[in-house]
């Protein structure tokens, strides 16, 4: 927004300190004496000719004129030509292009005086005069000025005099009027990219990319100032109106930026910004070359009490928040608020004489908000770190927690594999050891004689054999899956045929010629524990008179292993509820250990244990 200087004409004529047409300014200044203009396309007559003082807005003597402008300097020069001082002519603006000449020889002109129009408003020109083309006494200047209506065309300051003493003030408006905001544009640009990128990095931080918007289109603003063509606009109007654009647009960023940087919700203040921003650059747009004047006044002038209005308000918020960041910028902002008003009351002839501070604040502002971004920034970084401390001594404390858990866990899965390996041993002795107990107890019941000495070697190496399986039953490396199913059952029915027989028990056994699918191992010693342990039972509890054990396959990879006997029958459900049958538990643990489920059915005169497994 301060910017208005830069574009309005009147900035070269607010920085322009020394007095007009170089009057008594250098040992060799020349004398003037006389500036004359006229309006006409080619070189006016003598009676087109009126009086005027540069610098000169001719707009004020003929409003809504563009096209062309002459411009006529009577002068001479102070030092004679014996003197050997070389003279030099400086102008320091030219709105918009134009040419020189010197006593009626061309001595510069600008590339183009047809629209586009070359663009020397803001170009101080340097020129040093042929000695050949001098005159003694009274030498004339022709200025051929081409403006544009609405953008203040006319002449600035010319200086003649001493080539050395012109050449260092050249150098002087050189770096106030160029070098100055070339500066300034490369230092927006490159804080603007350097915060996108830190916007990019975390896009929750709105301020930052705000801030971004509102440096590129602070950069396209300022390309004004330095562009000596209105490329790529194919017209100087359009260019002047893309110009007032982008003026809007980065006063309704930096609102963006100081309510999003100070906290500040105001929906809808935001609403209504950017409302009247987008009517403001229809109005822009739309608005006729005879009426441009008036558009750019408004374009600037609206943008200009947009941004006061907004400093003001950050001012009050930043007193309120307390926050040390917004005061900050509040101060800075006030500052710049300030010069902005200052220059345009220069830019509209308010006050007469002075310098214009804004080539200068526009940088110190840059740099300022660019300042309490990355004190922000810096900030934010602290808190992460603490953050990140905080985190990771939480991951500490909580990897040593996780590390004592994971201890007592371990000891409690030692103390449950050793409860099992128990419950395993007991299981192994109940239905094993025990059942083979059991069988010798009958035999030596029903013997009809005391038996002889090799019968009880018989039995008790039976029960050796017994406990070699109980012991080696830890793992399945030593047992041996037999060739078919009659080899499994064969030990089985010898053991208990006799039993049966002398109880008077009718026993059928049915198994298949093959294995259809091969059991395990521990398949195979889990069969064996549950025909043995049902057998035992039938033989102690169920009083019956017919047992029938039968294996099949009753479909593609299912055996399935069936015990039925027609006892007294049991109650599952009370004997399992109750807990009481170290067997009944042993049998069901037994096989779901192995993959397989088993089923008990039972009432008075049939008792069936079903065994399933699925290869």
């Not at 910017?3 to 170089?22: F, N, Q, S």
């Not at 002519?89 to 629209?115: C, F, T």
């Not at 374009?299 to 308000?313: E, R, S």
Request: proline residues 5%; contains cysteine.
């Amino acid at each position: 927004m301060i910017r208005l200087v830069h574009l309005l004409w009147g900035i070269v004529l607010a920085m322009a300190t020394v007095t007009a047409a170089g009057a008594g300014e250098a040992s060799c200044a020349a004398h003037v004496t006389r500036i004359e203009a006229a309006l006409a396309g080619a070189l006016p007559a003598e009676a087109a000719w009126v009086p005027v003082t540069l610098p000169d807005n001719w707009e004020a003597r003929w409003p809504g004129q563009g096209g062309t402008v002459w411009y006529r300097i009577h002068w001479q020069p102070a030092c004679p030509a014996a003197s050997g001082k070389a003279l030099a002519l400086l102008a320091e603006s030219i709105v918009m292009a134009g040419e020189v000449h010197l006593n009626g020889k061309l001595l510069w002109r600008d590339a183009s005086l047809r629209e586009p129009l070359s663009r020397s408003w803001n170009m101080p020109r340097y020129w040093l005069l042929p000695p050949a083309m001098l005159h003694e006494d009274d030498n004339t200047l022709l200025f051929r000025v081409v403006g544009v209506a609405g953008q203040m065309p006319g002449l600035g300051r010319i200086h003649l005099g001493e080539a050395g003493q012109l050449q260092q003030q050249f150098d002087q408006l050189w770096w106030r009027n160029r070098t100055l905001f070339v500066a300034n544009l490369a230092i927006s640009a490159v804080l603007g990219v350097i915060i996108f990128c830190a916007w990019l990095g975390n896009r929750r931080q709105s301020e930052y990319g705000w801030y971004a918007l509102m440096a590129l289109c602070w950069v396209l603003f300022a390309a004004n100032t330095l562009a000596t063509t209105p490329w790529p606009f194919a017209h100087s109007v359009t260019a002047a109106k893309a110009n007032a654009m982008a003026l809007t647009l980065y006063v309704a960023c930096f609102c963006m930026f100081t309510w999003r940087f100070g906290r500040q919700r105001l929906p809808r203040a935001e609403q209504a910004l950017w409302a009247a921003s987008a009517l403001l650059i229809i109005a822009i747009a739309c608005t006729p070359a005879a009426m441009l004047k008036h558009a750019l006044t408004a374009g600037y002038l609206i943008p200009t009490a947009v941004f006061c209005i907004n400093c003001l308000q950050f001012a009050v918020h930043a007193m309120r928040s307390r926050n040390p960041e917004n005061l900050i910028l509040a101060v800075a902002l006030l500052l710049f608020c300030s010069v902005a008003l200052y220059d345009c009351l220069l830019v509209f002839q308010v006050i007469q004489e002075g310098r214009a501070l804004t080539p200068f604040s526009s940088i110190a502002a840059m740099l300022c908000m660019s300042g309490v971004l990355g004190l922000r920034h810096a900030r934010n970084m602290r808190r992460i770190e603490r953050f990140n401390e905080a985190l990771e001594q939480g991951i500490d404390q909580a990897r040593a927690e996780l590390a004592l858990r994971l201890k007592r866990e371990h000891e409690l899965v030692l103390d449950n594999t050793r409860l099992q390996e128990r419950l395993k041993i007991s299981h192994d002795l109940h239905d094993g050891l025990g059942g083979s107990l059991v069988r010798m107890m009958a035999v030596v019941e029903q013997a009809p004689a005391p038996l002889k000495n090799q019968q009880f070697l018989s039995m008790l190496k039976l029960l050796r054999d017994d406990l070699r399986q109980t012991i080696d039953h830890g793992s399945s490396s030593g047992i041996k899956v037999p060739g078919t199913p009659s080899e499994w059952i064969a030990p089985l029915r010898h053991r208990f045929m006799q039993l049966f027989d002398d109880h008077g028990i009718v026993a059928t056994w049915t198994v298949p010629a093959q294995w259809q699918a091969t059991p395990s191992a521990l398949q195979c010693l889990a069969l064996t524990r549950l025909v043995e342990e049902a057998l035992v039972n039938v033989l102690k509890h169920s009083r019956a008179t017919r047992v029938q054990v039968h294996m099949w396959y009753p479909g593609p990879g299912e055996l399935m292993l069936r015990i039925e006997d027609n006892g007294i029958g049991f109650d599952v459900t009370a004997v399992r509820r109750a807990g009481i049958s170290i067997g009944m538990r042993s049998m069901h643990a037994r096989i779901a250990a192995v993959g397989g489920s088993l089923k008990v059915q039972s009432e008075p005169g049939c008792t069936v244990l079903a065994a399933t497994f699925q290869r």
